[in-house]
């Protein structure tokens, strides 16, 4: 009989409701931090950099691409399939080539981007100020496009680290 009223309890509705906000609230978490496969409108950009570019210097533009996408309201951005988040790094290896969260990545560099189009558009130009035209001025070849179906993968499982910290609660 007391198994039942337990039993009862955890059945009921206010349990169930407090289960269903847990759930929803680990849902959004595991999103913003990259944990879940995402689609939505946004922006597409692909660029490619002339053979007199080096490496350091497309670095350089890359990262000021996706800064300029993240202060434009993206909510995600992922780079070659490679997804950005609080923890990436897009750096030169020691061999000379691009990596983002520690796997090379070639050229064309196809970043896609999910927010608010016309947002991403504007902070991507920025009144002909804007990193795409500064890229296109150095002679870099740059395409976009806004689309609605955009889908940027969840980031990998082993691009988590957190061995060196502790929460405190």
Not at 26 to 31: H, M, S
Not at 75 to 89: F, K, P, V
Not at 118 to 139: A, N, T
Request: hydrophobic share 40%; proline share 2%; net charge negative.
């Amino acid at each position: 009989d007391r198994l039942n009223v337990e039993l009862d309890k955890i059945n009921s509705k206010e349990n169930q409701d407090k289960l269903q906000s847990l759930i929803d609230e680990l849902t959004d978490v595991k999103t913003f931090a990259g944990m879940t496969t995402v689609t939505g409108k946004g922006m597409c950009v692909t660029i490619s950099f002339p053979a007199s570019f080096s490496y350091s210097s497309i670095q350089s533009y890359l990262t000021l691409t996706i800064n300029d996408l993240r202060a434009s309201n993206a909510q995600a951005i992922s780079i070659n399939g490679e997804r950005i988040m609080a923890m990436s790094e897009l750096r030169v290896s020691s061999k000379g080539q691009i990596a983002v969260n520690g796997r090379i990545i070639a050229a064309p560099y196809e970043i896609h981007a999910i927010g608010d189009s016309s947002s991403l558009q504007s902070g991507m130009f920025l009144g002909g100020e804007g990193i795409i035209p500064i890229m296109q001025s150095k002679g870099a070849t740059v395409e976009w496009k806004m689309k609605n179906d955009i889908i940027i993968n969840a980031c990998k499982t082993e691009d988590f680290k957190m061995d060196q910290m502790t929460p405190i609660e």
